[in-house]
């Protein structure tokens, strides 16, 4: 059973830090590209990073680049995501999912993910 366990979300003030990390289980962690999206009430789940499966190689949403980093760690099946500088407009709840293999040009696309975590609450207050 695939398990995609997120944690390091919290209500921190603007231009505080966080670190969002994804526990994977079940699955061949470096056969998937990994990504993070965000929903706020009442808006659509939104890209926000994306990482190869090697790590390698990084993508992020115009609206964090400049803030956020992506990383993975494939021998401890995880993938992180460093928030700096956050604004009141990164609010949300954040997932982890899982890309597969071959699907790496539709990584902006939710739908193609095979496995999402249950998702960490970020708020940041003015």
């Known amino acids: 059973q695939v398990q995609l366990v997120e944690s390091g979300g919290g209500l921190v003030q603007a231009g505080d830090s966080l670190r969002l990390s994804c526990a994977a289980s079940?699955?061949?962690?470096?056969?998937?590209?990994m990504g993070w999206f965000r929903q706020a009430p009442g808006k659509e789940r939104e890209f926000v990073a994306a990482?190869?499966?090697?790590?390698?190689?990084?993508y992020y949403a115009d609206s964090v680049k400049g803030r956020f980093i992506i990383s993975r760690d494939n021998a401890k099946n995880t993938v992180y995501l460093q928030m700096n500088s956050l604004k009141p407009e990164d609010t949300a709840a954040f997932y982890c999912?899982?890309?597969?293999w071959g699907y790496g040009s539709s990584r902006y696309d939710p739908s193609k993910y095979d496995y999402w975590g249950q998702g960490t609450q970020v708020t940041v207050s003015s």
């Open positions: 990482v190869s499966r090697s790590g390698i190689t990084t």
């Open positions: 999912a899982a890309l597969p």
């Open positions: 079940g699955l061949t962690f470096s056969n998937y590209a």
